[in-house]
Nanobody
Framework: QVQLVESGGGSVQAGGSLKLSCEAS????????LGWFRQAPGKEREFVAT????????IYSDSVKGRFTVSRDNIKNTVYLQMTTLKPDDTAVYYC????????????WGRGTQVTVSS
């Protein structure tokens, strides 16, 4: 069974760093995109970043570009989101998601991990 499990969330002061992990299991992930989304209280879910499992190409939202880095470990079947220079506006539940390359919709979702950035 397919499962995405996020970890690494926590509380940090503004300007600090956190590294999130997403363990992806249950299938081969080649020809998939692994993405990160976040949702703050009272706000819509928003796209953060995505990475191609095939070639490692990544895309970032403007709000995190230059501060966050997404990467993957093909051996561990794990995707990471390295977050630096965190801001209070980054506070949200962060979700890992996956979709096949040929489909526009994300098919699999994790349960999320809380990131809280205090000023």
């Amino acid at each position: 069974q397919v499962q995405l499990v996020e970890s690494g969330g926590g509380s940090v002061q503004a300007g600090g760093s956190l590294k999130l992990s997403c363990e992806a299991s249950g299938r081969a992930w080649d020809r998939y995109y692994l993405g990160w989304f976040r949702q703050a209280p009272g706000k819509e879910r928003e796209f953060v970043a995505t990475i191609s499992w095939t070639d490692g190409n990544s895309i970032y939202s403007d709000s995190v570009k230059g501060r966050f880095t997404v990467s993957r470990d093909n051996i561990k079947n794990t995707v990471y989101l390295q977050m630096t220079t965190l801001k209070p506006d980054d506070t949200a539940v962060y979700y890992c998601a996956a979709r096949p390359e040929r489909l526009p919709q994300y098919k699999y979702w994790g349960r999320g991990t809380q990131v809280t950035v205090s000023s």
